[in-house]
């Protein structure tokens, strides 16, 4: 069974940081791309960031670049976020997401459950 | 601009059919979407790949309920046999080089 676990979530001041981890488990992670996606609270989804199977191609939204960093350990298993400069408009429920095809860009097919981000003083 | 369009809300009576849209930004109508289905506190499920000609591929265990069909720019989820379960957001998804994009989500009310 396809499984992803996300973790790393929690209260943190504005300008500070947080490193989300999402552990994948039940495919061959190093072949397929990866996603973070957000929710901010009552609204809808935003993608955040892009990262293809070997990490050789990697996107941000305009709204995250230069302060998200995203990167995976391949023999982990393993997705990460480290997410600097936190803005209270960073606040969120952060789900991981598999894409769907060996390939460059397509549809999500499986999702986590999600991390909570809160940036607040 | 790649943008996807959904109205914000439907609502139909239990054991009725639906029909959500999603539509598609100029000069993007041939792309293919994929529709998400979200229900209260939980996180998204895949529920299908929707391409431009109407065929859809759907996700593991989507019952047959759930069809997907398109029209020029528009692209659209039908629900048939409405369950209370259904009621959920919606969300439909495009993607291209370096980037994804997700529709605003439609909330679905079972009546």
């Known amino acids: 069974e396809v499984q992803l676990v996300e973790s790393g979530g929690g209260l943190v001041q504005p300008g500070g940081s947080l490193r989300l981890s999402c552990a994948a488990s039940?495919?061959?992670?190093?072949?397929?791309?990866m996603n973070w996606v957000r929710q901010a609270p009552g609204k809808g989804l935003e993608w955040v960031s892009f990262?293809?199977?070997?990490?050789?191609?990697?996107y941000y939204a305009d709204s995250v670049k230069g302060r998200f960093t995203i990167s995976r350990d391949n023999s982990k298993n393993t997705l990460y976020l480290q997410m600097n400069s936190l803005r209270a408009e960073d606040t969120a429920i952060y789900y991981c997401?598999?894409?769907?095809?060996?390939?460059?860009?397509?549809?999500?097919?499986?999702w986590g459950q999600g991390t909570l981000v809160t940036v607040s003083s | 601009q790649l943008v996807l369009t959904q109205s914000p809300s439907a609502s139909a009576s239990l054991g009725a059919s639906v029909k959500l849209t999603c539509t598609l930004s100029?000069?993007?109508?041939?792309?293919?979407i994929a529709w998400h289905q979200q229900q209260p506190e939980k996180g998204p499920r895949y529920l299908m790949k929707?391409?431009?000609?109407?065929?859809?591929n759907k996700g593991d265990g989507v019952p047959d309920r759930f069809s997907g069909s398109s029209s020029g720019a528009e692209r659209y989820l039908t629900i048939s046999s409405l369950q209370s379960d259904d009621e959920a957001d919606y969300y439909c998804?495009?993607?291209?080089?370096?980037?994804?994009?997700f529709g605003g989500g439609t909330k679905l009310t079972v009546l």
């Open positions: 997401a598999k894409l769907a095809v060996v390939a460059a860009s397509g549809p999500f097919d499986c």
């Open positions: 100029s000069g993007h109508s041939s792309y293919a």
């Open positions: 998804q495009t993607w291209d080089t370096g980037v994804q994009v």
């Open positions: 039940g495919f061959t992670f190093r072949s397929f791309a």
């Open positions: 929707l391409h431009n000609d109407g065929s859809h």
């Open positions: 990262l293809s199977g070997s990490g050789a191609n990697l």
